[in-house]
T-cell receptor, first 114, second 117 residues
Framework: KQEVTQIPAALSVPEGENLVLNCSFT??????LQWFRQDPGKGLTSLLL?????REQTSGRLNASLDKSSGRSTLYIAASQPGDSATYLC?????????????FGPGTSLSVIP | NAGVMQNPRHLVRRRGQEARLRCSPV?????VYWYRQLPEEGLKFMVY????????ESGMPKERFSAEFPKEGPSILRIQQVVRGDSAAYFC???????????????FGEGSWLTVV
C-alpha cells in the first residue's frame, strides 16, 4: 500500500531564503509525481509534474527532483517570497493498478516572513 | 485547474439533511475521482468512477455516502443524514481515457466546502 509522507510538517523562513521541502513514498512503482500548492480555503494548483522517467522539472523559482529508487522527491524554492506562503502537497500516481489513483502526502505548511 | 467544475463551492447543511456535490469533468474526460480533505488533514481518496461504473470505492464510508457518474451529466457525491464530522472540503478530479495524449495526468477542481451545523 502506497504511503506518502512529507517533512517538515511546517516551515517558517524569512523572505529571500532558499528552501527545500521533502516528500517520501513507500512504493517506488509510480507513474508520476506532482507537487501542488494549496492556499487556505482554496483548491489545488498544480506546480510541477514529474514523470517516472524524469529526474527533475523546473518552473521559474521552483525545481522538483525525483529519485524513484529511493522513494524521494524534493521541491526547491529559490529566493522565497511572502506570496509563497501556502501548503505544499506532494502526490503520486501508481502503476500497479489499472488506473491512476493519486495518493497525497499530508502537506508542508510554509510561511515566508517579510 | 484545466476545467474541472465543482458546485456548489460552499454548502451549509443542518445535521440530518442531505448534501449533494456535483462535478463536471474536463470535456472528454471519462474518469472521475473524489477526494475528501478534513480540517488539518491531507486529501484522502474516496471513490473512482468511470461513466456509469464505480471502479473503486475503497475510500468511501460504508454508510450514508454514495457516488455516481451517469452517462449524461455531472458526477454526484451524495451524503445522506449529514453529521458534523462530514464537514470537509470535497475535491473532484478527472483524467482522460488512458492512451489519449496526457495519459494519467489528473486535473483537480477547486473543491466544495461542506459545513454541517
Amino acid at each position: 500500500k502506497q504511503e506518502v509522507t512529507q517533512i517538515p510538517a511546517a516551515l517558517s523562513v524569512p523572505e529571500g531564503e532558499n528552501l527545500v521541502l521533502n516528500c517520501s513514498f513507500t512504493d517506488s512503482a509510480i507513474y508520476n509525481l506532482q507537487w501542488f500548492r494549496q492556499d487556505p480555503g482554496k483548491g489545488l494548483t498544480s506546480l510541477l509534474l514529474i514523470q517516472s522517467s524524469q529526474r527533475e522539472q523546473t518552473s521559474g523559482r521552483l525545481n522538483a527532483s525525483l529519485d524513484k529508487s529511493s522513494g524521494r522527491s524534493t521541491l526547491y524554492i529559490a529566493a522565497s517570497q511572502p506570496g509563497d506562503s501556502a501548503t505544499y502537497l506532494c502526490a503520486v500516481s501508481g502503476v500497479k493498478t489499472s488506473y491512476d489513483k493519486v495518493i497525497f502526502g499530508p502537506g508542508t505548511s510554509l510561511s515566508v516572513i517579510p | 485547474n484545466a476545467g474541472v467544475m465543482q458546485n456548489p463551492r460552499h454548502l451549509v447543511r443542518r445535521r440530518g439533511q442531505e448534501a449533494r456535490l456535483r462535478c463536471s469533468p474536463v470535456k472528454g474526460h471519462s474518469h472521475v475521482y473524489w477526494y475528501r480533505q478534513l480540517p488539518e488533514e491531507g486529501l484522502k481518496f474516496m471513490v473512482y468512477l468511470q461513466k456509469e461504473n464505480i471502479i473503486d470505492e475503497s475510500g468511501m464510508p460504508k454508510e450514508r455516502f454514495s457516488a455516481e457518474f451517469p452517462k449524461e451529466g455531472p458526477s454526484i457525491l451524495r451524503i445522506q443524514q449529514v453529521v458534523r464530522g462530514d464537514s470537509a472540503a470535497y475535491f473532484c478530479a478527472s483524467s482522460p481515457t488512458p492512451g489519449q495524449g496526457l495519459g494519467n495526468t489528473i486535473y483537480f477542481g477547486e473543491g466544495s466546502w461542506l459545513t454541517v451545523v
